[in-house]
């Protein structure tokens, strides 16, 4: 069964400075992957994808993504934070097998501080 | 706006009451799903549909829960007898061709409708 592990609960980075968050997935074939963005009260924003190709993914907002398949990682990026970054980041692994299903992690909350 | 809609956005209902929550999914897309969100969780899967069909409904609780995605209309999600444990936000997002595609496809949420079980 796929599944996605983001080890950090909790991360507090200062306004400017850079920014990763990690997301180590499990799955059986090559995986369609997925950054969502989650502000309080909200719905999810989709931030970014791969399906296949390059693997370094550029998306919304000034964020990018590497995919790794020998770490079988798709960390998020950003090299300048913005207050307005503050929200839960969430990881997802598409199922290719035809269900279509979404499998999330759970979820790094950002934190900014000015 | 063309996004995913839901509502409500918030309900409250007492134990023993049955909860009723619409999507109406993107202009264009005809595939729908539903994912429930538990306090300090990641978005769990529970359901996927297509007009008039249930393609996957894996992540359904065997009792109580139950889906549609009726020809016309919205979709449904109705929960019967409601308890304590079922208050959650529960998310649809929507997609153009699904398992159609043989391929990669890319959901879309609405805002979520935030349960809670009195």
């Known amino acids: 069964a796929q599944s996605v592990t983001q080890p950090d609960i909790h991360i507090t980075v200062s306004e400017g400075a850079s920014l990763e968050l990690r997301c180590n997935y499990s799955?059986?074939?090559?995986?369609?992957l997925f950054w969502y963005v989650q502000s309080p009260g909200q719905g999810l924003q989709l931030l970014l994808k791969y399906f296949s190709g390059d693997t370094l993914v550029q998306g919304i907002k000034g964020f990018e993504a590497e995919f790794k398949r020998s770490q079988s990682s798709f960390n998020l990026r950003k090299p300048s934070v913005h207050w307005s970054d503050a929200a839960e980041y969430f990881c997802?692994?598409?199922?290719?097998?035809?269900?279509?299903?979404?499998?999330f992690g759970t979820g790094t909350q950002l934190k900014v501080e000015l | 706006n063309a996004g995913v809609m839901q509502n409500p956005r918030h309900l409250v209902r007492r134990r023993g009451q049955e909860a009723r929550l619409r999507c109406s999914p993107m202009?264009?897309?005809?595939?729908v799903y539903w994912y429930r969100q538990l306090p300090e969780e990641g978005l769990k899967f529970m359901v996927y549909l297509q007009k008039e069909n249930i393609i996957d409904e894996s992540g359904m609780p065997k009792e109580r829960f139950s889906a549609e995605f009726p020809k016309e209309g919205p979709s449904i999600l109705r929960i019967q007898q409601v308890v304590r444990g079922d208050s959650a936000a529960y998310f649809c997002?929507?997609?153009?061709?699904?398992?159609?595609?043989?391929?990669?496809?890319?959901?879309?949420f609405g805002p979520g409708t935030r349960l809670t079980v009195l």
């Open positions: 202009k264009g897309h005809s595939h």
């Open positions: 997802a692994v598409g199922d290719t097998g035809g269900g279509n299903k979404l499998t």
């Open positions: 997002a929507s997609s153009p061709t699904g398992i159609l595609a043989g391929g990669p496809d890319t959901q879309y």
């Open positions: 799955y059986g074939a090559t995986p369609y």
